[in-house]
């Protein structure tokens, strides 16, 4: 368990409430307090802010969609696959 445990679920918990209720991606409070309070390298808190944010927000939210009708599945898988070779090409740039 990381020192600052306590600090950083208040981060979560702060970024998962702004997110919900102005629609803004967490990345954009998580990402400049890992970098400034944390001191994280900016890489760093880029990536560890997608790894949190992967499950809670992706996951629900397709569930969420899906339960409510509104997701179209298979542009979904289409805009997916483009999406992956988007991020690795991105990513090696």
């Known amino acids: 368990m990381p020192d600052n445990a306590l600090g950083l679920l208040i981060l979560g918990i702060a970024a998962g409430v702004l997110s919900g209720m102005f629609g803004i991606g967490g990345g954009v409070v998580i990402v400049p307090v ?26 629900l939210a397709v569930i969420a969609y899906y339960r409510a009708g509104m997701l179209r599945v298979m542009t979904a898988v289409f805009v997916s696959a483009g999406l992956f070779s988007g991020v690795a090409l991105g990513a090696a740039i």
């Open 34 to 59: 890992l970098a400034t309070l944390f001191a994280f390298e900016l890489r760093n808190a880029i990536a560890t802010s997608l790894g949190a944010l992967m499950m809670p927000v992706a996951i």
